[in-house]
């Protein structure tokens, strides 16, 4: 496996990670490779979203979404 070494890290920024990774029983390494590989799972979807066809609904979402919204409030008697 290959290293990698950050420097300089801000002890502020340090300390959360620590602290994130003692709350959730894991190690600095295993906190820092997560949020590393999440990023670049990130940027690897909004890649393949840009490239996307759009879709036409036939109607703005956002009137869809409002039917969707007044529905659930009649549903929940609101």
């Known amino acids: ?4 070494q950050v420097k300089n890290v801000p002890e502020a920024l340090h300390r959360k990670i620590r602290a994130y990774a003692k709350r959730r029983g894991r190690t600095v ?3 820092v490779l997560e949020a590393v590989n999440r990023e670049m799972e990130r ?3 909004r890649s393949r979203l840009a490239r996307r066809q759009p879709v036409d609904l036939g109607r703005p ?3 869809s979404l409002e039917e969707v919204r ?3 409030e009649r549903e929940l008697g609101g």
């Open 29 to 31: 390494r295993d906190v």
């Open 1 to 4: 496996m290959a290293n990698l």
């Open 43 to 45: 940027e690897e979807f």
């Open 70 to 72: 007044a529905e659930r």
């Open 61 to 63: 979402a956002s009137r």
